[in-house]
């Protein structure tokens, strides 16, 4: 925040802790121009020290009048003096000396995770080195990464090793293994689609059924039908009736047949 009131020319109004003065008898142009600027840089500092905190940090600061006694209220808020913010040095660093990677987190999201905390500790004004955080990534990331940490002791000094190019090498070992398993699993759906396909084919390669009904037979010259051959057609005019003794017809539809059936129905 220092920064950016800094930045933005805003920090003398805290630094300072200037008193904006009521206008002299007949001030000229000048003073006139003086006086609004130095109003303005308080009323700009005001707005942007209420605009970072929260609600409750607000309900706070509101009662107080200067810029100076809000940066101070909110230093001592913040921060703390020595003794709480060694205190929160020492949680932070137990925080990160009991952190461990999960098997189901990258070296990205796992280094975040650290480089999180050790910020933290930075910013209240403690040192922490890099190798420190190199030292804490080998000794927690899990056994999968053993082949990376090898080649590196073989090739390099691990005490010499920056966070870069450790995080390299490991996210490299990481991004290696994700495309073996993309590749894995790709071929296991080829697969499993081959045998999907293999099984339409021997379904479709069965053969049909002789009596199949709804098979379409050339069209008979005779009947001037399509659900049977030709060669079986009742009225065949080279067929003779073993009923009658009489050509065009099969014993089948022989009506002297059905003549007789009828007759015997009517006598009954």
């Known amino acids: 925040m220092g920064a950016y009131l800094g930045r933005n020319d805003l920090w003398k109004p805290i630094e300072d802790d200037y008193e904006v003065l009521p206008f002299l008898n007949n001030p000229t142009i000048a003073q006139m121009k003086h006086h609004n600027e130095r109003r303005q840089r308080k009323s700009?500092?005001?707005?942007?020290?209420?605009?970072?905190?929260?609600?409750?940090?607000?309900?706070?600061?509101?009662?107080?009048?200067?810029?100076?006694?809000?940066?101070?209220?909110?230093?001592?808020?913040?921060?703390?003096?020595?003794?709480?913010?060694?205190?929160?040095?020492?949680?932070?660093?137990?925080?990160?000396?009991?952190?461990?990677?999960?098997?189901?987190?990258?070296?990205?999201?796992?280094?975040?995770?650290?480089?999180?905390?050790?910020?933290?500790?930075?910013?209240?004004?403690?040192?922490f080195s890099d190798s420190r955080i190199v030292q804490k990534i080998l000794v927690t990331i899990p056994e999968k990464f053993e082949a990376t940490t090898m080649a590196l002791e073989n090739s390099k000094d691990l005490s010499c090793i920056t966070l870069a190019e450790l995080l390299n090498a490991l996210q490299a070992q990481g991004q290696r293994r994700l495309m073996r398993q993309e590749e894995s699993v790709e071929g296991a759906f080829?697969?499993?689609?081959?045998?999907?396909?293999?099984?339409?084919?021997?379904?479709?390669?069965?053969?049909?059924?002789?009596?199949?009904?709804?098979?379409?037979?050339?069209?008979?010259?005779?009947?001037?039908?399509?659900?049977?051959?030709?060669?079986?057609?009742?009225?065949n005019p080279d067929v003779r009736c073993h009923k009658c003794d009489q050509l065009g017809h099969v014993e089948k539809i022989c009506k002297s047949q059905q003549q007789q059936g009828e007759a015997k129905a009517t006598e009954n």
């Not at 707005?47 to 100076?68: C, D, G, N, P, Q």
């Not at 339409?200 to 008979?220: E, G």
Request: proline share 2%.
């Open 44 to 127: 700009k500092v005001k707005e942007s020290l209420y605009a970072i905190v929260t609600s409750t940090i607000f309900s706070r600061i509101m009662t107080l009048k200067t810029t100076h006694e809000i940066w101070n209220f909110l230093k001592n808020e913040y921060e703390g003096d020595e003794k709480i913010k060694g205190m929160r040095v020492l949680n932070l660093i137990r925080e990160f000396e009991m952190q461990k990677m999960k098997g189901s987190e990258t070296i990205k999201d796992y280094s975040d995770r650290l480089l999180d905390i050790v910020n933290k500790v930075r910013l209240l004004g403690t040192n």
């Open 190 to 235: 080829q697969a499993i689609s081959q045998n999907n396909n293999r099984g339409k084919n021997m379904k479709n390669n069965k053969k049909v059924p002789r009596n199949n009904k709804s098979q379409v037979l050339p069209f008979c010259l005779y009947c001037k039908k399509t659900n049977h051959p030709q060669k079986r057609c009742w009225w």
